[in-house]
């Protein structure tokens, strides 16, 4: 599987927390650097975007030669890499599950998407992606819709696929008075059917990396021949026993625990 994304100093999200996933869900990582972050638990303190050419080397190095069973795309930067992206991903067979994860800001509101990017990843990358997998405030860069409550959640469902992906994921942890709630809720659709999926909301803050951990565990169960409502289901339960984890590392937000199921033996 292929990870098309920036790269977390500290680890926790980024391509590092795409590589952990997919390794502990038994799946072959592959990484396309797009840029390169200093960061820690306390935030961003610098990023450095690749060149266009480098981003294109690494993508048909790994294509050309091994191949790949699905791919995710996370921080994308720049219009410039986000257009490069698009057109590789247009090459690959249709077949090939795509899921975007249309990054825009970090944990801790740090910007990771340019906002001449974002036009690029509407009409661009998200009609080639089999699932997206946005956020509240995400749905709000691409769309303009706000999400006040599970209602509008299904508004925003409709206005993702109105620029084509199969599927959307849209994550609803970041309902307003969404901490005063037992559960956090997702809601996938497809424009047809959707399904509701419920996890406990645990008193944890060491949560960094979530996106980026719930996007490579869709995509890795996707490239293992699961469909998209399965795929969804079996990432959420990765994720939720990451969050509970979680690792109190640095001084700020520490990341998910992505090799919980190690530790406590389960599989």
Known sequence: MLTVAGSDSGGGAGIQADLKTML???VHGMSVLTAVTAQNSLGVQGAWELPVDAVRAQFRAVID??????VKTGMLASAATAGTVADLLGGLDRDVPVVVDPVAVSKHGDALLGEEAVDVVRGRLLPLATVATP????VTQLTGVV???EAGMRAAARAVLGYGPRWVLVKGGHLPGAERHAEAVDLLSDGRTERWYRAPRYANRHTHGT???????LASYLALGHDVPAAVGYAKEYVR???EAGFPLGAGIGPV???WRTRTGER
């Open 24 to 26: 502990a869900l038994g």
């Open 65 to 70: 030669d091994i191949g790949v069973r699905a």
């Open 135 to 138: 956020n509240l405030d995400e």
């Open 147 to 149: 999400v006040a409550d």
């Open 211 to 217: 996106g980026c951990t719930l996007a490579s565990a």
């Open 241 to 243: 026993g990451a969050i």
């Open 257 to 259: 625990d992505h090799g």
